[in-house]
Nanobody, 125 residues
Framework: QVQLVESGGGGSVQAGGSLRLSCAAS????????MGWFRQAPGKEREFVAS????????YYADSVKGRFTISRDNAKNTVYLQMTSLKPEDTAVYYC?????????????????WGQGTQVTVSS
């Protein structure tokens, strides 16, 4: 049974601050999957944030987070990370990690097979 468990959210961080999210995977061969982060703000649809290829060589970012967020992975720990810096109030959302079969990752939600439950990120102004 595949499980993705996000952590690192909860509480509140001030605008301009930093936060690192983690997503621990189990029940799968982690290095066989590209990983992605998505987010959903209140009243909005879930949107792509970042993705990383199976071995970390290729990353994609949404324009809204480019230069501020960094996705990385540790295949030995079956974990993917999202380092978020220069946070803005508009980054407030529930953040989800997902895994999918695309080699290089994808910006499309339909390319992901498994999803975590999400972790809340709140950025105060």
């Amino acid at each position: 049974q595949v499980q993705l468990v996000e952590s690192g959210g909860g509480g509140s961080v001030q605008a301009g601050g930093s936060l690192r999210l983690s997503c621990a995977a189990s029940g799968l061969t982690f290095s066989s999957y590209a990983m992605g982060w998505f987010r959903q703000a209140p009243g909005k649809e879930r949107e792509f944030v970042a993705s990383i290829s199976r071995y970390g060589g290729t990353t994609y970012y949404a324009d809204s987070v480019k230069g501020r967020f960094t996705i990385s992975r540790d295949n030995a720990k079956n974990t993917v990370y999202l380092q978020m810096t220069s946070l803005k109030p508009e980054d407030t959302a529930v953040y989800y990690c997902a895994c999918g079969g695309r080699i290089y990752g994808s910006v499309h939600q339909n390319d992901y097979d498994y999803w975590g439950q999400g972790t809340q990120v709140t950025v105060s102004s």
